[in-house]
Every structure is written in C-alpha cells, then in structure tokens.
C-alpha cells in the first residue's frame, strides 16, 4: 500500500473500498511528507480519524444510526462547514543554513614592492605568478604581509590580501583579468575594469570596452591612492574578481609566508540553504520553486531555488560480509541531488550562521475542492467513511463520502449530498 493509497483509520477500511476515479491518485496523499525522517498529514489523519472512529464507537454523538441515510434523534453539538479550497500537498527534507561552499582564492607572487618613489623595477605590468623556481628567493617569490580576519566582510576595493605591502583589492566582475589590460586594448574585460573604477569614483573615460588614454590615467589615480606604482596598466593579479562582496571563510596563508600560494577562501555574503535531495524528489524542485524554510526556533522564511547541481551518488558499495571492517553488508549508496536556495529576507533567518533547518516543498496541489476536518470522518461498520449532518427535519444522518488528498489537517470529500456550505459534525 502506498503512501497515497493508505486509508486515515488505523486499518479499518481497505484501500478497495475507496472510489479513487475521483481523486486522480491522490487518495490518501500526505499533507506533508518528511525526508529522510519522514512524517506525513497521513499519520494525523489517521490518528484523528481513529478518534473519530472512536466517538462514533462510543456513541458520544447522540442517537447515531447504525447504517447511512438513517435519520437520528438528535443532530450533531458541534460542526464546520464543507469549504470550498486549495489543498497543498507538503515534502519535508532536511537542508543546511550557510554561506555555501567555500571558493580559493589563489595568490599572484609578483614580487613587486611599493611606490616609494624609487625604480620599482617594472612594477605592476610584470606578470603575476613569476617564481623562478629559487624557494629560497623571497624577492623573487614576494612575501605575504597582510590578510583579512575570517569572518570579515570585503567589498568593492577592499584590499583581499597583500604581498610585499603591494595591496590587491576585490574588484566586481564575471572573470578574472587574463592579460595585461592597457592603451589599445579592447575587450569586455577593460569594460569590467571601466566599471569598477567608474564606481570607486574615478573619472575621465567613457566606460565601454576601449582602453584610452582616459582610462589609463584613472587607472594611475587608482594606483596611486593603493600606494602602488602608477604605471597606468593593469597586470593580472594586480586585482581579485568576483561577482560581488565576498565573506573570508578561512585563511590558507599568513603573514610572512612565501606568496604564490592559496591565500584565504571565501563565500557571498548572504545566507543560504544547502539540500541533498533524495531520489525521487526531482520532480518538486526546478529554478524558481518556492519553499518555506523552518528555523531551530520554530521561526520560518521564505526561499527560492537557485541552482540544481548534477546527482551524486547511487553506487554500489563496497564492503560487508566477513571481509567488511565493521561486519556491515555491502549496498548501493542512495542518490541524492544537490539543491542550492536563495532566502529571501536576510532578516528572517536572525543570529543563525550556521544550522540545521527543514525545507517544505510543494508536492502536489489540488484546486477548487470540497474538504472537511479530518476529524469530521467516521468509520463506516462496514468500510468506508462518512459525515455526519443534520437533515431539513433536524434529525441527523450519515452521508457516504469518497476522500481525496489530505493537506493542513483537512480532506478533500466528494460523494452524493456533499455540497459547499454543509455543515458537518466534528468533535468537541
């Protein structure tokens, strides 16, 4: 019996018994699934429907007939109305709050010095990454002297790190500079350089992708206030680019350190949530799907699906029987698919960095349907389910019902006499 097949009373009607013709394979459905500690509306809708079965059993509705259609005494004491609604069918799967995966940021061991107005001995024009092989050359290598603390914060011309006092700040972009960038070239990359020089404040070009004269002398203001030789020209590594402000995760490096190794690692500054989604579940996700997220604190935020990444997993493996170290039979490793959501209020998610968070996906909806409390069910003597109601003459009966899916403690009714407005009964 599957999940969307299983009926809300413990057992007590079988599958076959319920019209599912109706119901487009939703009998049953869960109002929220959980992953991979699953819990679903299905388990409540039982439990209630087990109370209601109960109440029924008990006779705590005065004068209840034995069969449907039977008029009765008196009419139910409490009631609610059949409603006309949007069910919304619910997965939960687990996900993580962070700052993602963390990026390296590579050093350039340029081995340039700072402008102290003496022959820097080519300056920033020479190419990054120049090493001659000589460890023991910190002249030729450059040595680090400064980096940000982990956790901090940099923005557009921020410095990144420094080697031999020689600043390298962040500037904005889609790629890194690959060649040296200076009067005569053209390219989206000089654009890119035009930008960020045009928000730092500088002046005297028009941003586009020719390197002018212009450009070249804001690229000498800009070298001269990072204390730099204004040569006019930008070498690759004379700047880091990424796509916007990035958070230091970890330094890979220290202060007197040969450069021309990993500097730091780093992340976007916002928050966001990392799933693994089991097999199966594909299908609830696509870029711009729309989840809840749930907080430790019982507080929620809204996300969005912004990446889908390839599938991981699903290999058979290794292991088991006497020749496993911890005795365990072999098996395949489960699927599982890597989902990237974007919150959307920062602020939603409070003081939390870092934490285990459940993500609710849609699974499935049905529009413009009659549903009731679960807990308006009763258990037929001889299978199925019906409702109770009061009749034109004030005495009560029993209707037939055939469910549909169960969502946010409510089931979707259908059946002869079921109509919206109905008032039905339902458990002090």
Known sequence: M???????????AKAEDTDSS????????????????????LVLAAATAVGAAGVAATGAFPGQAKSAGTPRATGPQKTAPVERTTLTRTETVDGTLGFGTPTTVQQAATGNQPDDGGDSGGGSAQQPGRNT?????????????????E??????????????????????????????????????????LE????????????????????????????????????TGEVAPGDAVVASGARRVAEQRTS????????????????????????????????????????????????AEVTDIGTPSGGQETSGGGQG???????????????????????QKLGRYQAASVDVILKAQTREDVLAVPVNALLAEPGGGYAVETRGADGRSRRIPVRLGMFADGKVEVSGTGIEEGLDVGVPR
């Open 2 to 12: 599957t999940a969307q097949q299983q009926e809300p009373a413990g057992g007590r």
């Open 22 to 41: 109706d119901t487009d394979g939703a009998l049953g459905g869960a109002g929220r699934g959980r992953h991979p500690l699953r819990t679903s509306l």
């Open 133 to 149: 092989g000589n460890s023991n050359s910190s002249q030729e290598a450059g040595i680090v002297t400064w980096l940000p603390e």
């Open 151 to 192: 956790g901090a914060t940099l923005s557009r011309g921020d410095t990144v790190y420094s080697v031999d006092e020689h600043k390298v700040p962040l500037l904005y972009g889609s790629k890194p500079f690959y060649r040296t960038l200076r009067p005569g070239v053209a390219g989206d990359d000089v654009e890119t």
């Open 195 to 230: 930008k960020n020089l045009a928000e730092l404040g500088y002046s005297g070009f028009t941003v586009d992708e020719e390197f002018t004269s212009g450009t070249a002398q804001a690229v000498r203001d800009w070298q001269d206030d990072l204390h730099r030789e204004a």
């Open 255 to 302: 202060p007197g350190a040969l450069a021309g190794g990993e500097a730091l690692t780093w992340t976007g500054t916002d928050r966001i949530v990392e799933v693994e989604l089991e097999a199966g579940l594909e299908s609830l996700v696509e870029k711009g799907t729309k989840a809840t997220i749930g907080l430790p604190d019982g507080g929620t935020a809204q």
């Open 324 to 346: 496993s170290e911890d005795g365990g039979d072999g098996g395949a490793e489960e699927a599982t698919l890597p989902v990237e959501l974007k919150v959307g209020s920062q």
